[in-house]
Every structure is written in structure tokens, then in C-alpha cells.
């Protein structure tokens, strides 16, 4: 198991373009591709293990795939049934979003993924998907892949989600758009909305009011997507931490999407102290531009609101929480148990592991600011675990063990980090 130790950083000063490009509209944007008329042109796209999975699998599904290594052209005359089964590797957006797509398709579809993602609940779009018609099964009555999914007719819905998940809603959407009627989703608390904002720009009738989406049937196929795809916002928040809990330093992270369900990391950054400036550079299928961050002193706060917001970007602000002054405490978050770690249990064992006081609850955790000491934490699998506390061995030192899974979302994150500090990789 590769393990890497991460030396203390000094001040620093960075500009930094090279930001991975987005992995959620890396992923739809090969998706959506299917459902227009035409070739889609996508500059930009996310190189890492889980959307190439997501690249390849549309391959199988019968699009006509050219890549010169910049640009990706798609064309597409409708889904087929695959020879292969369908491998998402790391990737819950990957494998609830295509189980949405082939809902209503034509042919057989089996859904696979490595050992992490076969263990995270799919239930939650299984059954909205069954209960309007979809024929789709798996590991325990459909909660756990493989899952298997014969395309069928879909009824006209209106469903009420418990839950706040983008995936959850996207899924829905993309299932609405070949179902036999006008259909609606309303969620308890608005997710992000990357699914509406690009199938509204390729000539879908779909539309939002406060929480409830509602959506028509395609009548005929859509345009064709023109998409550069924008700088990660996620995996920019990494270096944003790496900035704020690093006196005298300073980053601008540039080309960054600045939808405002994508940014609220950002926010509570800024509330927690941390001097952040935006500045919109270009607005067509998102909002984007850079975001300045530089360090000031820190002090804890309250995260209970816009949750699915911030939920990717939680454990590097439990990060910052720990270098904060005071008590900072995270609420309404249980979703952070079925991520790609239960990311409640690995944030507060990273955390004690570096000497900071923690308290566990059902929904979220307690952290107590205080002296981050160097540990050795073990990623479970989890990119998002990894990154965080190799961002944390910027202030003490650290080893972090279970490497592989960062270039599932951030394959140069450690070309960006030897800007700021020595690395060194053991085997």
C-alpha cells in the first residue's frame, strides 16, 4: 500500500491554473452528449479514473467517441445494448446518474464498480426508478451493486425526495425526459444544479421553481454541447485550506465554477474568518472565474445549513475547523456516512489520530480547535480523507497511507502540492 509523508510548509504566494477540471460535469457531459443531436464538443474533460470510466462506458453504449487528448468530440444515434459490462469503478455519480440514462432504454444493462462503490446504497434511485416503471435489479433486493437494469417504459411522475442529493434529483431528471407525461421533483433543500443549468442550455424543457424542477418529455433529440469544462471547485478547496491555515500565505485558484451550489465550502471559509474574493471571468453553461484566498486567523462555526452544498468539501473544512480557535460543529450531515467512506467515523478517527478533540454524533461531529499534531492516517479508500489530511501535514507533518484513489478526481494533486512543499512517497 503506496504512502506518501508530507513535511510542514512555509509561507507561500501561488497562482494556480492546472486545478483539476470538474468531475461532475466531466461526468455529465459525456452522459448528456447521448441525448443530442449532432457532435458535442468538450474541451477540458477530467482525466482521472472516474470519468474516463464514464468515457468508456458511453463507448460501449455506441457513441462515437474521437479524442485528441484536448478536445472530445461525441456523436451518438441513440443507446445500444453493450457487449461489456458496465465498469463506474469509484463512482456513486457515475452509477446513479446512468441508472437515471438507461431506465428507458432499449436493451440490458448490468452496472459494476470497484470494491468501494459495490457497498454504497443505490437504493435511494432504484426504487423512485422501479415505482414508475424501471425494471432494474441487484445485491440486496437493489440497495448494492452490480446492478442489473432492462430498459422499459417509465410512467409520468411527482415525486417528493427525502433527501437532498444531486445525484438523487439527476437521475430523476434524466429518467423524466423519456417518460410518457410531464413530470416533477422537489427536494427539501435545493442540491446542486448542474444537471438542470446544461440540459437547459441544450434545448430542454426543464425548469425550477425554489425547490420543485419540473421537466417535459424530449420531443426530439437536443443540441449538441459546446462545454469547456471549468476548474474543479472540490478539489480547488483543497489549496484554499492549504492557504487559510498557512500564515502569510496566499493562492488565487483560477478558472474555478462559481455556481453557488458549488462554492458554499468557500462561504464557510470565509465566515470562519479566512479573507476569500471572487471574481467572474465568463457565464454561459456556469458561472466561472477565480477565487483569491489568503490567510487570516480562524475561529470555529456552526455548519447546519446547505449541506449537500459542502458535502464533498467537508472533511478539508473539518481541516481548517481543527486549526481553528474555539469550537466549530457539524450538523444534519448523516449523509457523510455513504460517501465513498462513512466519512463521519474516518474524519474524527484522522483527527484524534493528530491529537485534536473530537465528538462523534449520528448526523456529524464536534471539533474542538486546537494544535494539530503529525500522525499517520489511513484514507480507507477515499480520496477526499487523503487529500484532506495531506493538506493537514501542511501545518505538522504527516503520513497518509491508500493513495491510489486521488487519481479517481485529482491526478496532478501532487504535482500542485510540491509547489508548496516537499513530498516524498514510500512504498
Not at 416533477?184 to 442550455?201: A, I
Request: charged share 25%; glycine share 8%; net charge negative.
Amino acid at each position: 500500500m503506496q504512502k506518501v509523508r508530507v513535511s510542514p510548509a512555509k509561507d507561500f504566494s501561488l497562482a494556480i491554473s492546472e486545478i483539476a477540471p470538474d468531475k461532475s460535469i466531466s461526468h455529465r457531459s459525456v452522459m448528456f452528449a447521448m441525448l443530442a443531436d449532432g457532435e458535442s464538443v468538450i474541451e477540458n474533460f477530467l482525466r482521472a479514473e472516474d470519468t474516463l470510466n464514464s468515457l468508456e462506458i458511453v463507448k460501449n453504449l455506441g457513441a462515437k467517441v474521437e479524442d485528441d487528448g484536448k478536445v472530445i468530440t461525441i456523436s451518438s444515434d441513440g443507446i445500444k445494448e453493450p457487449f461489456e459490462i458496465l465498469d463506474c469503478g469509484n463512482s456513486g455519480t457515475g452509477m446513479r446518474l446512468f441508472c437515471g440514462l438507461l431506465s428507458s432504454a432499449e436493451g440490458h444493462f448490468v452496472l459494476t464498480g470497484d470494491k468501494y462503490l459495490r457497498r454504497r446504497p443505490m437504493k435511494r434511485v432504484t426504487q423512485p426508478l422501479i415505482s414508475i416503471g424501471a425494471k432494474i435489479d441487484g445485491r440486496e433486493n437493489g440497495d448494492l451493486a452490480p446492478i442489473s437494469i432492462r430498459g422499459a417504459s417509465l410512467k409520468a411522475f411527482d415525486y417528493k425526495s427525502k433527501i437532498a442529493s444531486a445525484q438523487v434529483k439527476s437521475c430523476m431528471i434524466l429518467a423524466a425526459l423519456r417518460a410518457d407525461g410531464k413530470c416533477t421533483y422537489t427536494e427539501p433543500e435545493l442540491s446542486r444544479d448542474h444537471t438542470e443549468r446544461m440540459l437547459k442550455g441544450m434545448g430542454a424543457d426543464v425548469s425550477v421553481d425554489g425547490l420543485k424542477t419540473t421537466i417535459k418529455p424530449m420531443q426530439n433529440l437536443l443540441l449538441p454541447l459546446k462545454i469547456r469544462v471549468p476548474a474543479d471547485p472540490s478539489s480547488a478547496f483543497f489549496f484554499a485550506v492549504a492557504a487559510a491555515i498557512t500564515p502569510g500565505s496566499e493562492i488565487v485558484l483560477e478558472g474555478v465554477t462559481l455556481n453557488p451550489t458549488r462554492i458554499e465550502a468557500f462561504k464557510m471559509l470565509e465566515h470562519m474568518g479566512a479573507d476569500i474574493a471572487y471574481e467572474l471571468t465568463d457565464n454561459k453553461y456556469e458561472p466561472i472565474g477565480n477565487i483569491r484566498v489568503k490567510y487570516a486567523p480562524l475561529h470555529g462555526i456552526t455548519v447546519e445549513h446547505n449541506i449537500s452544498w459542502l458535502i464533498d468539501e467537508l472533511p478539508a473544512l473539518s481541516i481548517a475547523m481543527a486549526c481553528a480557535k474555539g469550537e466549530s460543529l457539524v450538523k444534519n450531515a448523516e449523509e457523510l456516512r455513504v460517501k465513498e467512506s462513512d466519512r463521519i467515523a474516518t474524519v474524527v478517527e484522522g483527527l484524534r489520530a493528530c491529537g485534536i478533540e473530537v465528538h462523534e454524533y449520528k448526523d456529524g461531529y464536534k471539533i474542538v480547535g486546537g494544535e494539530l499534531k503529525s500522525a499517520v492516517v489511513d484514507s480507507d479508500g477515499d480520496h477526499r480523507i487523503a487529500m484532506s489530511f495531506i493538506i493537514a501535514g501542511l501545518k505538522c507533518g504527516m503520513e497518509v497511507t491508500d493513495l491510489e484513489c486521488i487519481n479517481t478526481s485529482f491526478p496532478n494533486f501532487f504535482e500542485l502540492l510540491q509547489k508548496i512543499t516537499a513530498v516524498e512517497f514510500v512504498s
